[in-house]
């Protein structure tokens, strides 16, 4: 797999590095997000917890995959910034399987106190 930079940016207004780069990876379909979030950190040199791959676009029938990836100058601030679907995409197969299963607990929780709160006004508009 080649790693070539495209583009590199920082924004002081955010505290982070972007940077846009095409993967080349040959006779192999498109790399899986955390091992190629792996490769990305070590070849820049920066920390895991605080690079995230927010976009990656691979054409029909090349090899080639454009990422767009976000360094932050400290983890906090990226978990402040980063919408949700973003960390978990970015999580380790077992981490993102913990994950969504919390999101599910939750979504089924938020689903039955609604639907108590919805046979509560059923039942006082009956009477």
Same mark, same amino acid.
């Given at each position: ?10 924004? *002081? ?9 095409? &993967? ?5 379909? +498109? *790399? @899986? ?10 070849? !820049? ?5 605080? !690079?995230? &791959? ?7 029938? +090349? ?9 932050? @100058? /400290?983890?906090? +601030?990226?978990?402040?910034? &980063? ?6 995409? /970015? ?31 059923? /039942?006082?508009?009956?009477?």
């Amino acid at each position: 797999m080649e790693f070539k930079v495209i583009n590199e940016f920082y924004n *002081p207004l955010i505290k982070r590095k972007e940077v846009k780069a095409e &993967i080349i990876h040959q006779a192999a379909g +498109t *790399p @899986d997000r955390f091992s190629l979030r792996k490769e990305l950190a070590s070849k !820049l040199n920066e920390d895991l917890e605080k !690079l995230y &791959i927010v976009k990656m676009v691979t054409k029909t029938g +090349t090899n080639k995959t454009i990422c767009d990836i976000e360094v932050y @100058d /400290n983890k906090e +601030t990226a978990k402040l910034i &980063i919408p949700k679907h973003i960390l978990i995409r /970015n999580l380790s197969p077992e981490e993102r399987k913990k994950a969504l299963e919390e999101k599910e607990k939750k979504k089924k929780l938020k689903s039955r106190s609604l639907r108590n709160e919805q046979q509560k006004t059923f /039942n006082k508009l009956a009477l």
